[in-house]
């Protein structure tokens, strides 16, 4: 059994739907609970829970031990499946929920119930002190291959963070930092959200003294961002993109020649620079066309392929922030393919054929929507040259036929400048979003008089390719956690490898392979500290750690290690060093 207790100002709860068929409600569990000044016990009932006789009597006892460390005048059991991925049969937790509460109740306690098997939405205030945020085990037991079984203790060990701030620091802070609202997540089958999957695994974190849509991303979570970024610029460099760095900041004139300025303002950071207008840059296309108009062009030139990984701001309202999904600041692999307009198709589809391998490797499954303008609202959200963007519109219908890309049309969502082709993506609430986008432009060649030097020596105005590959980082990341739940795979993982002593004896041998490791750019820590074998393996569980390694008496004898993978209940003994490494190495290599 998980639980994870919060000393609270405050709780409010209310269900929304059932999570589990046939669950239902009494009368009075159908309305909003407010309770103040609670000890609030989220708990996850487990599997191995079932075969524990003391089971209950170890849920009294934790609880009752946190309440008089806690002095909470008020207690709700808050079932909370998202604590543990080996939860028991509903019916068997449920009554246990049920029979906790009997008890306490004859206890002379008062005892609040959060309704169970259903999707609740919640809110709540914890208060600041050393003991409001706790997490236990409760009765656990694991398999080591020395020692048989190791009990837990009937009272877990805490686990939290006292914070180092003085009396004085809290109180002037306390206004900005000192609340945490919480919303449970209500994604389909129960998935979590990559708030909640972020928070868990420690990846990034939004502070309202930082900002909303500014997430902050912890040394764990810029790892993540920093393989992807690679992926994508090794596969650009890969398919002959030449790489840009440009301003995140440019004068308004910029943006007036583009029409960003009258059709994008409101979505964009204005700043006053002494007496001119300046603005965080949206989208690096102005900024690479700059450079495309530097010296004059050839037809042998074209196509030249520029990108960046850029990053790029957008005034989005505070109601449409979500996580990473949607956010004020992002890195995008922005890029823009100058062509002729005979090479157009060609490179269209070389675009498509990038990102369908992305998304393979990724994982990512999308669909393909073809935006196109709205005729009817032709001056105010778009370019006003009807003819333009009705050949353009053919010209893009006619390639993805050709390319025998299914899609459904959507009118009214094109870009200003050209019509796109977006794919489209389901998050775990079952929002539609957009992920990626190919557009082309007709309009911003013009407006910038980009030009070049045709066979007969003669200026030709080119066509555009604005696209992305791997997407808004931070939208990518949020999808991809969301749909592996957290469980990455091998070469996007944080920590690829945890290294355990089983006895201090084994502490040299630990720190011997984590350094021969490290050397061979493997991404690997180790966990010495004397604490049981059972503590170190749920501690890399929690954290979603890929393999881990235990290293005992009889490993460092025979020369070789105890492997656990991720997802499998028993650990491989007798595995040979070199060949463990070798097949890790493959696997980070090739992005399984």
């Not at 170190?536 to 979603?544: D, G, H, S, W, Y």
């Amino acid at each position: 059994m998980k639980i994870l207790s919060l000393h609270c100002d405050y709780i409010k709860f209310k269900p929304v739907k059932p999570a589990l068929k046939g669950a239902t409600l009494e009368k009075a569990e159908e309305k909003q609970v407010e309770v103040r000044e609670v000890l609030v016990i989220f708990t996850a009932v487990e599997k191995q829970d079932e075969t524990n006789k003391d089971i209950l009597k170890l849920y009294l006892e934790n609880v009752l031990d946190l309440m008089d460390k806690t002095k909470a005048k008020s207690l709700v059991l808050y079932p909370y499946a998202h604590l543990s991925p080996s939860l028991s049969a509903p019916d068997f937790a449920k009554n246990l929920v049920i029979e906790a509460e009997k008890e306490l109740k004859k206890k002379k306690l008062e005892v609040f119930r959060a309704p169970f098997g259903y999707y609740k939405e919640f809110e709540l205030k914890c208060k600041g002190h050393p003991l409001a945020e706790l997490s236990r085990s409760v009765g656990e037991s694991i398999e080591t291959e020395s020692s048989g079984k190791i009990k837990t203790p009937k009272l877990a060990k805490n686990q939290y963070h006292e914070p180092e701030l003085t009396k004085e620091q809290r109180e002037n802070l306390g206004k900005m930092m000192s609340k945490v609202h919480m919303t449970a997540p209500t994604g389909e089958k129960g998935l979590k959200s990559n708030v909640e999957i972020g928070r868990e695994l420690d990846l990034y974190l939004v502070s309202e003294i930082v900002g909303k849509g500014l997430p902050l991303f912890t040394p764990r979570g810029s790892i993540i961002r920093r393989e992807l970024e690679r992926f994508n610029v090794d596969e650009e460099i890969k398919r002959g993109y030449v790489h840009t760095s440009t301003p995140i900041m440019a004068k308004a004139d910029l943006y007036r020649v583009s029409g960003h300025w009258q059709h994008y303002k409101d979505s964009m950071f204005v700043l006053n620079v002494g007496d001119e207008e300046f603005a965080l840059r949206p989208m690096t296309c102005p900024f690479q066309f700059v450079i495309y108009k530097s010296k004059p062009r050839s037809y042998k030139e074209l196509p030249i392929r520029y990108a960046e990984m850029a990053n790029l701001f957008r005034n989005e309202q505070s109601g449409e922030l979500r996580g990473l999904t949607r956010v004020r600041q992002f890195s995008l692999s922005d890029a823009h393919i100058v062509c002729r307009p005979e090479q157009l198709e060609e490179e269209f589809g070389k675009v498509v054929d990038f990102i369908k391998d992305i998304m393979k490797t990724l994982g990512i499954e999308v669909w393909y929507r073809f935006s196109k303008w709205d005729p009817k609202d032709k001056g105010n959200k778009y370019i006003d040259n009807p003819v333009a963007w009705e050949d353009s519109q053919k010209s893009m219908k006619k390639i993805l036929d050709h390319l025998k890309i299914k899609y459904v049309e959507a009118e009214g969502e094109a870009a200003f400048y050209g019509p796109k082709l977006d794919l489209q993506y389901k998050d775990v609430y079952g929002k539609e979003d957009t992920l990626i986008t190919v557009q082309i432009d007709f309009a911003l060649p013009e407006r910038y008089d980009m030009t070049y030097l045709d066979e007969n020596n003669k200026l030709q105005r080119p066509m555009v390719i604005h696209r992305s590959s791997v997407g808004c980082i931070e939208r990518t990341m949020a999808y991809i956690l969301e749909k592996t739940q957290g469980n990455l795979p091998t070469w996007l993982s944080p920590v690829q490898v945890r290294v355990i002593s089983f006895t201090d004896r084994n502490i040299k041998a630990c720190e011997k392979l984590v350094n021969e490791m490290r050397e061979l750019g493997i991404r690997v820590d180790a966990d010495l500290e004397s604490n049981t074998v059972n503590d170190k393996v749920r501690k890399a569980a929690e954290l979603k750690i890929p393999y881990l390694i235990t290293i005992g008496d009889k490993e460092e004898e025979k020369k070789t290690l105890a492997i656990k993978k991720r997802g499998e209940t028993k650990p491989k003994f007798g595995v040979k060093k070199e060949d463990f490494i070798s097949e890790l190495l493959k696997e980070i290599k090739e992005r399984k």
